[in-house]
């Protein structure tokens, strides 16, 4: 470009001047991180508020576990209960029809 008057000879420092470059492969830095934007990052957040929420519920420390295990316990126990009335009455069943 070809400068107007005595523009080639004085040495201006223009901020506004921008003279747009080309980088080169090598000066761009490597370990440049990316920001996420405010929809990935809380999503990224809930999921692994979700998976910590899982490890948690699988090792039985969340309340909601807790109370599981322990109506779990109760069914096991009711159950246990109901096979040995059963087994009591088919004993009694069986002495039963043997005399008949």
């Known amino acids: 470009r070809k400068g107007k008057g005595v523009e080639g ?3 201006i420092q223009n901020p506004n001047r921008n003279i ?3 980088k080169k ?3 761009i830095e490597a370990d440049h991180k990316t920001v996420l934007s ?3 990052r809380e999503e990224l957040e809930k999921t692994e508020a979700k998976k910590k929420y899982d490890q948690l519920h699988m090792e039985g420390k969340t309340t909601e576990a807790q109370a599981d295990l322990a109506r779990l316990a109760l069914i096991r126990k009711q159950r246990e209960e ?3 009335k059963r ?3 088919k004993k009694g069943y069986l002495k039963f029809n043997y005399y008949l």
């Open 20 to 22: 747009k470059q080309a």
């Open 25 to 27: 492969v090598t000066a």
């Open 82 to 84: 109901q096979a040995k």
């Open 9 to 11: 000879l004085i040495d």
């Open 87 to 89: 087994e009591q009455e």
């Open 38 to 40: 405010r929809r990935e």
